[in-house]
């Protein structure tokens, strides 16, 4: 077996089973489960109905770049979302079976190893795990960038030394981050992309979240329209986008890379031995996805409603504001007030008041001497309206 399996860590969610090993939750409450990211709103019918209409495609093989209406249907999306030129689809754009299994595959692709000198993979701290599982089975180094309340949640690039950015040949990067839901702004990116081009990295950006916010007149800026403002062009960019967010349809596995067309031509290369050309039907399902928005527009106006009525609740008990985007309340827990690690807090809300959240650590890596999810909680608003309303109620118990 490859040695580098062992250097892969427990996934959050089977840490946090662990944790909880033992521990009989208060049936008195009813279950409320805020710990993963997994969409609950209600499935658009007409991404259902494409689904059942197009069932025949069952009986053919689907290529890796899928269908010309697909790609079509995504550049489409892309160019008014973010203003740019139209993406050319038989170039800069390739469906993938949601955004997760790209991001790893990504690693593989891009990694050379050398010999004398580790390549390395740069990450924000906390992040989503993938970035650093990818990185080990490539064979490369994770370094990670912590991002805290204290810098803004972005990642200093410039404590740097100049020794690792010479070593590394992939920055992941996450807008809106998970799990801090900060959107990166257009001089940030200007940053990065000076490094790359000087340092010669790939910038693989999660875009996964890009499509829940708060404000209609304010969508958050993606990677591509940063360096179309910028005047750069997609050298050694790629972007990560799915529907699983922006449509409720997390089981349907779906969505797409662009940028770069040199990347993605040998990205399609490797694509094609690893086999993960989309389901025929799926791929109909999701151009019916991508073409429409009056359902993301009130996907947004559900998560608004949440997080309206649910942050002023919880800022009475844990440092919590809203979030420029994404679904997840990233709350740091005030020691004056709850004299608790971020573990003790989510084994409290679990047992006493069948609570399930995810603790900040969990998240993190130490790096640079701390643990930047330490004393954290997640908490995704994913669930109904009057479920999120009454964990936060639960939750006054604490300091009551």
């Known amino acids: ?76 999306w892309a160019t008014k979302r973010y203003g740019i030129p139209v993406l050319n689809v038989d170039t800069e754009v390739l469906p993938i079976a949601g955004s997760r299994e790209a991001l790893f595959a990504i690693a593989q692709a891009v990694i050379t190893s050398n010999c004398v000198k580790k390549p390395v993979v740069i990450s924000p701290n906390p992040f989503y795990q993938i970035y650093e599982g990818a990185a080990f089975l490539a064979g490369a180094e994770p370094y990670f960038l912590n991002t805290t309340p204290e810098n803004n949640h972005a990642m200093n690039f410039a404590s740097v030394p100049a020794s690792v950015l010479e070593r590394t040949q992939l920055v992941y990067v996450c807008s809106p981050g998970n799990p801090s839901g900060k959107v990166m702004s257009l001089s940030q990116w200007q940053e990065i992309f000076a490094l790359s081009d000087q340092y010669g990295f790939v910038i693989a950006a ?155 650590s969990l998240l993190a890596r130490e790096a640079h001497g701390v643990n930047p999810g330490q004393n954290f909680i997640r908490m995704a608003l994913v669930a109904s309206f009057d479920e999120c309303m009454e964990a936060a109620r639960r939750m006054q118990g604490l300091v009551a």
């Not at 208060?26 to 494409?50: C, D, F, R, V, W």
Request: charged share 20%; aromatic share 10%; net charge neutral.
């Open 1 to 76: 077996m490859n040695s580098n399996l062992n250097l892969l860590q427990p996934y959050p969610f089977q840490r946090l089973r662990d944790l909880f090993k033992g521990i009989t939750p208060n049936h008195a409450y009813s279950p409320i489960n805020l710990s993963i990211g997994e969409p609950k709103h209600t499935t658009p019918q007409l991404i259902k109905n494409a689904l059942m209409d197009n069932l025949s495609g069952l009986a053919t093989y689907p290529t890796t770049v899928g269908i010309p209406e697909l790609r079509q249907a995504i550049s489409a």
């Open 206 to 360: 999660d875009e996964c979240y890009s499509e829940i916010y708060f404000d209609e007149a304010s969508p958050p800026l993606g990677a591509l329209q940063a360096a179309h403002q910028l005047g750069r062009g997609y050298k050694k960019l790629i972007i990560f986008s799915s529907l699983s967010k922006r449509s409720n349809v997390p089981g349907m596995r779906s969505g797409f890379v662009a940028g770069d067309a040199n990347m993605i031509e040998k990205f399609t290369l490797y694509r094609t031995y690893q086999g993960c050309a989309l389901n025929p039907a799926i791929q109909h399902a999701s151009i019916a996805a991508w073409n429409d928005e009056a359902h993301v527009i009130e996907n947004r106006r559900l998560y608004a409603e949440k997080f309206n009525a649910v942050t002023p609740l919880l800022a009475n008990i844990l440092e919590v504001q809203l979030p420029d985007a994404a679904f997840y309340l990233w709350a740091r827990i005030d020691q004056k007030l709850i004299a608790m690690t971020d573990t003790e807090l989510a084994v409290k809300l679990y047992r006493d008041f069948n609570i399930t959240v995810l603790p900040g």
